[in-house]
């Protein structure tokens, strides 16, 4: 890999990409000519729904390709799946390509790709029937090869688009595909870039990468992140970008208000992380700290505002003043109470609780304790949360829990010491009328949670931001606490 000029890794979602002609007149292209079309590298999810078809839908959990495949009760309809999975790339091909030229080489690109995973999965199914080979021990191998074609075919698309439009885009294709083994990442990103020039190509990167370490086993869908994080440090990018559709504001403006929200021009890597536990991802923690660790700054964007700087964020990035940015939250939340009497000064409690919780992958966002309770605020399906009280039932014979469903809402800031967050937090809800069902005010200063039910989580966040990001008379006191 060769390059004159400092570069920038720059990612882009799911639902952005699946509006590929005006990504042209942003981020793509837009006004950019010559040299300034290149020092940059990109790195495109799959279409928007493309993924849920071939693995299952993120949110209903609809079964998709892979999910179908691995249900010993489905059958061959696993293939029918796949069938409609190829019709519907053909269908956004159709989209994109008016030139039926390229319209043919880009339907002839995932038919190779879509025929080629058909006929492994025939013959992995045929070699499992057998009994001599289990299914579930390749079940993570159908999931990665899968979800690969999705990234394959928005980033094939992309640089042949670019080409069309006199762009030299070239694709760089992590997959694996054909490929013999698996080397780590980092090697498997340098042996790609081997002998592109970064300063006369534009580099279209499949953001599902095949590697040693299997990125879906740790971590499932939020992979592309990783590989964005990953080429950002082995190409030694200065600067790493996230394009969304949307700004990251003071709150969700379809929620409180277009004109009450406010883009967060900077913040740091702290901020991020507690976003991300928020269910508000900014970045996946572990790709963000590959960055932080490297010392790359983080740049997120409206893809569809080329002019907007966005947002940055830097591990060193320290506030002008103490003082709530942003202010979001869950729904959902499945408030689990362990209590047992005997509790008090005896030790491995937190330890099983702990376990039955990793055991049955619960999401767990916070905790709070005391001398007899243990309480655990969860994300996470009921299934899985009742074999954790089934668990600790039988771990725990003389304890008592209780389960309750709520919402939570967290402000969020660099520093929330000095300016009195708690009683604001207070005096602003119990205006609106919301009585809290619980509050944990941290020691360290950057994040304030709320538990309230269910019902008065959107009343719970508007009051929150007007109390902490709106108020004139709150801004004033964060003056002065500075």
């Known amino acids: 890999m060769t390059t004159q000029h400092p570069h920038t890794v720059e990612k882009i979602g799911g639902t952005s990409m699946s509006r590929s002609h005006e990504l042209l007149d942003t981020v793509l292209i837009g006004n950019r000519t010559g040299d300034a079309l290149y020092n940059r590298v990109f790195v495109v999810s799959a279409y928007g729904g493309m993924t849920d078809a071939l693995l299952e ?51 002839s690109f995932i038919r190779e790709r879509i025929e080629g995973v058909r006929s492994c999965l025939i013959d992995l199914s045929r070699l499992c029937s057998f009994g ?30 670019l080409n069309q439009h006199g762009v030299n885009a070239r694709f760089v294709d992590l997959t694996g595909w054909r490929q013999d083994g698996a080397l780590p990442l980092d090697d498997h990103i340098a042996r790609q870039f081997e002998g592109i020039d970064l300063g006369r190509e ?66 740091n890597y702290d901020v991020a992380d507690q976003l991300s536990n928020m269910g508000m991802e900014a970045i996946h923690p572990r790709a963000a700290k590959s960055l932080r660790q490297a010392g790359i700054p983080l740049r997120v964007t409206n893809a569809f505002e080329p002019d907007h700087p966005g947002t940055v964020i830097m591990s060193d ?11 979001t939250g869950l729904k959902g939340v499945f408030a689990l109470e362990f209590y047992d009497q ?29 001398a007899n309770t243990i309480t655990h605020y969860l994300k996470g399906s009921m299934k899985a949360i009742k074999r954790v009280e089934t668990d600790l039932t039988e771990a725990f014979p003389t304890a008592t829990m209780t389960l309750r469903k709520l919402a939570m809402v967290s402000a969020i800031g660099r ?58 008379e709150a801004r004033a006191e964060v003056r002065r606490a500075a």
């Open 415 to 472: 520093d929330l010491s000095g300016c009195r967050i708690l009683p604001r937090a207070i005096a602003a809800l119990d205006e609106a009328g919301i009585e809290p069902v619980g509050i944990t005010d941290m020691v360290r200063k950057v994040d304030l949670q709320v538990m309230v039910e269910e019902d008065d989580f959107d009343a719970a966040v508007i009051a929150l931001h007007k109390g902490l990001v709106e108020a004139p």
């Open 132 to 161: 001599h080979f289990q299914l579930e021990a390749h079940l993570l191998t159908v999931r990665e090869m899968l979800s690969a074609l999705g990234e394959a075919q928005s980033a094939f698309n992309t640089a042949l688009l």
């Open 57 to 107: 839908h993120k949110k209903s959990g609809e079964p998709g390709v892979y999910a179908l495949f691995a249900s010993a009760e489905s059958g061959w309809q696993w293939g029918d799946a796949l069938s409609a999975v190829a019709a519907k790339m053909v269908e956004k091909n159709a989209e994109i390509f008016a030139d039926p030229a390229r319209r043919e080489e880009a339907d």
């Open 317 to 327: 990035l320290a506030p002008k003043m103490p003082g709530a940015e942003i202010v």
């Open 342 to 370: 005997d509790m008090v000064g005896v030790k491995g409690y937190d330890a099983k609780i702990l376990e039955a919780l990793t055991r049955h992958k619960v999401w767990i966002i916070s905790k709070t304790s005391n």
């Open 202 to 267: 534009l580099p279209i990167v499949t953001g599902y990468a095949q590697c040693a370490e299997q990125l879906m086993k740790t971590y499932d869908r939020g992979y592309s992140e990783v590989t964005l994080s990953r080429v950002a440090v082995v190409t030694g990018a200065a600067e790493a970008i996230i394009h969304k559709e949307f700004h990251l504001s003071s709150a969700d403006p379809k929620l409180v208000g277009a004109d009450k929200v406010q883009v967060i021009g900077e913040t």
